[in-house]
């Protein structure tokens, strides 16, 4: 297996951030604190060994919530991407196999979608609902979908026209079962791709939603909350911008990393010149 | 290349008045009652109902579409909630300090990513090249709010060298007052050869376009390394090899061109993505755009601004892209007969 150094290190990062999301409670020295617990005695207190990241304007410990805010955000993508994937992939393979008027239809819904960029449709989305980060989920899953269902329906294109779904055909297999069985395993690999690295993205939105206001609200502790909750503070709190905002840059470095080393060996386009 | 031009801008269209659409949906039938919003909570049912009919929700919803429609085209885009003022106005106002701020930072991204990219591919595999991928993939992954605080902190707080708020020092301007022609204060105070006012908007201007620049910085490099690795794979490059040309031109000369055509591409995608970008920016460095508008249209709640801004920025984008095929058509024969 080739040493790739990249891939290695995203791999490493993205299975720290996993296992302190799933392990948070236990990894956590004030757990409370990434709930509504207050100490407003022990506010504004700088990195130390007890609070290695400092604590906020009303004393909460930063590194328990920096902790804790690790099983918002991943959360907050795997929901995101299954979704995409749940509704896109059918609605692609579908449009793509049999073509004609649904896929049409498909195209044109699509590209309207798609002529927003990714993080402005969530943030008019999420601008109109209630901010929580139920509400900031739901806009970034419904302008994220549509990626995939083109996806989808480009490798069902290309599948549906070679010779073996022919044979399927002429063996009588009805249209659902060629679907299932065949159309479907073959198209997911771009599929697995683009997840992957929309992880990173995912993430990166949800914080840009919570900066602004439209997404988590106090006290759950979304990294991208605790960046604008530190704003006002960072010229002298330097800590409350400062941590929250690595957590997110490490995260999405990861998981992206993980992602192009997962594009560079599965998609055989990719030919390095010698 | 008549009917190719034709043909894209009639799908075009057809996609605009689809995002016009998309955006009625999210405006007016998503949050419930306009009208509730709009009279407040403590209207009497009368009120309610002559809101109602202003608002023209009483009517059936195609027809509330076919208005809102034709609203848009007539530049009547609502009047904003928060400075009373018509929505396109205000856009029209606050646009240039964007295009501004984005035109630098892509300016910054492409000088910095290109050069990049090719270091990049020109030793694949080596440490340049992992380096490079590294500040790219870096590039990509940075939170650009958290990029803009941690730069205030170090060069204008640590470092005092360069300033953080507002397009240009309100001092220089009161002694050297600025004509205003694009509203642009650096290509104005260029045009006019107004040297103090040019160095304080181009100094304000530097932090900013840094932080913009990151995200297209790192697509561009990426973007670059993969398509001059490909073109130096096709047959033509191996051609030029196999007679004997040193790398060093065949890098140069043959695998060049080629390469840079997908560039053009993403560079559309990346413009409109930073200046969506913006949004998260332009309020930290006090800078009077299109983004701050829509981050405190944001915090004030006020739909008609912020669905204006989304409109206005997705129309920009399907133009962007239009523009950006044609051209492509344009220099490479093969995409017209698609």
Redesign the interface.
Known sequence: MRGN??LVSGLVIATFFLLVAVFAPLLAPYPADAGSATHPLSSFLPPSWHHPFGTDDVGRDLFSRVIYGTRISLTIAAVVIAFSCVVGIPLGIVAGYFGGIVDDVLM??T???L???????A???A???TPSVANATLAIALTWWPWYARLARGQAVSIAGRPYIESCRALGLGSFRILLRHVLPNSVTPVIVQASLDV?GVI?TA??LS????GAQDPTPEW?LL??QG?PY??TQ?WL??FP??A??VA??AF??VG?GLRDRLDP?????R | MTRFIAHRVALGLLVVVGVVVLTFVIARVIPGDPATNWVGPHASPVQLARARHTLGLDRPLPAQIVDYLRGIVSGDWGISIHTKQPVLSDLGTRAPASIELVAAGMFLALLAGIPLGLLSARWAGRAPDVGVRLVAVVGVSMPVFWLALILQLIFFQKLQVLPVSGQYDPDVAAAHPLQAYTHMPVVDSLVAGNWPMFRSSLTHLVLPAIVVAAYPMGVVARMVRASVLETLGEDHVRMTRALGFPERTIFAHFALRPALNPVVSVIALVFAYALVNTFLVEAIFDWNGLGSYAADSIQALDTPAVIGVTLFIAIFYVVANLVVDIVQAFVDPRIRLR
Not at chain 1, 115 to 121: D, E, G, H, T
Request: glycine share 8%.
């Open positions: 150094p990249l044109r819904v590209d309207v979608f002529a927003f960029p990714a993080l402005l449709l943030l008019a989305l601008s109109v609902l990173g990166l914080a840009a900066f602004l206001g439209l991208g960046v604008s704003e960072f010229t330097w911008v400062t905002g690595l997110i840059l999405a470095l992206n990393l192009d386009r990719r030919v390095i010149a």
